[in-house]
């Protein structure tokens, strides 16, 4: 559990932007330390600038899927911070919407090596210096598509139920293993953030009339999205209040309770509405 951000050191993944921007930013307020890891550049360079007039931040600049790297990583903040209160395991990647059979295989690739073994490495890099400590977080973040499939959306589905799994047991084991270490995943639903811009990338010719229909779709919801401060804001205030299941659309239960009854029924998944 951590009640508090004053004084308490934690890690924010694909925090150059959007959600993980705002968490650094209210953490900061509150009076925490933040180790910013997102990809080296001008983006990562921009927000640390920003987050540094508000307190005390040191950026890194890591690929979250690169194990070594991320091992690597967790050194390098223990040895400049000392013990991590909390861990915000963010980075993540949308891309292109397409017919489950029209993914090509780099596409699954990068999905899953950024969404969920980014996760994972995260994890192996911070967790085992956290068990044994007198408090402690760990943030997992997925989507509201890690608890209700979406079409044109394999691969980003795969990672994110993944993400929700992989934090439902990891939660069973922390408290199995007596630690004080507490577990939340986030199941964002749309928030204006630019985690879209994966689709800028796939040309026109690429996607069908019914593909690129479904991208502008998800693009014109984002833009219209939650703000990310109060994504951030209901995050934390549910880490506070010891919540693992942290949605910030709560509107959306509707439709995991849909799922839940197609599965008692043995139904396929009924499509969102």
């Known amino acids: ?44 360079d921009d927000a640390a600038r920003r987050l540094g007039e508000i ?19 967790g ?12 861990l915000c395991n963010n980075a993540g990647i949308a891309g292109v919407h397409r017919w ?12 899953i090596d950024v969404n969920l073994r980014g996760v994972i490495n995260g994890l192996q ?38 993400i929700v799994g992989l934090s439902e047991a990891l939660a069973l084991d922390l408290a199995s293993h ?9 199941c964002p639903g749309l928030v204006s953030t630019a985690i879209g811009d994966g689709h800028q990338g796939d040309g026109p010719t690429t996607l069908d ?8 779709k998800v693009d014109a919801g984002l833009a219209s999205g939650m703000d990310a401060d109060e994504a951030a804001r209901i995050t934390l205030d549910a880490i506070r209040a010891g919540r693992f299941h942290i949605l910030t659309h709560p509107a959306a ?9 197609a599965i008692q029924r043995g139904e396929a998944p009924p499509p969102p509405h």
Not at 100 to 111: A, I, K, L, V
Not at 178 to 186: D, F, H
Not at 253 to 261: G, P
Request: proline share 5%.
């Open 1 to 44: 559990m951590l009640k508090g951000l004053d004084g308490r050191n934690a890690v924010v993944t694909g925090g150059a932007s959007g959600i993980g921007f705002a968490l650094a930013r209210a953490i900061l307020l509150g009076g925490g330390a933040v180790a910013l890891v997102d990809l080296p550049g001008e983006r990562l």
């Open 55 to 73: 307190g005390r931040i040191v950026a890194y600049g890591v690929d979250v899927a690169d194990t070594d790297a991320m091992l690597l990583l």
């Open 75 to 86: 050194t390098h903040v223990r040895t400049e911070f000392g013990a991590v209160q909390l």
């Open 100 to 111: 489950f059979w029209n993914f090509r295989p780099e596409e699954w690739q990068r999905m």
């Open 125 to 162: 890099a911070f967790l085992p210096a956290m068990i044994d400590q007198p408090e402690g977080h760990v943030l997992n973040t997925a989507s509201m598509a890690g608890l209700i499939p979406t079409p044109m959306n394999g691969p980003y589905c795969a990672a994110k139920f993944g």
């Open 178 to 186: 007596g630690s004080a270490v507490g577990v939340s995943v986030l």
């Open 209 to 216: 009339a019914r593909e690129r229909s479904y991208c502008d």
């Open 253 to 261: 239960m509707k439709q995991v309770d849909r799922r839940f009854q």
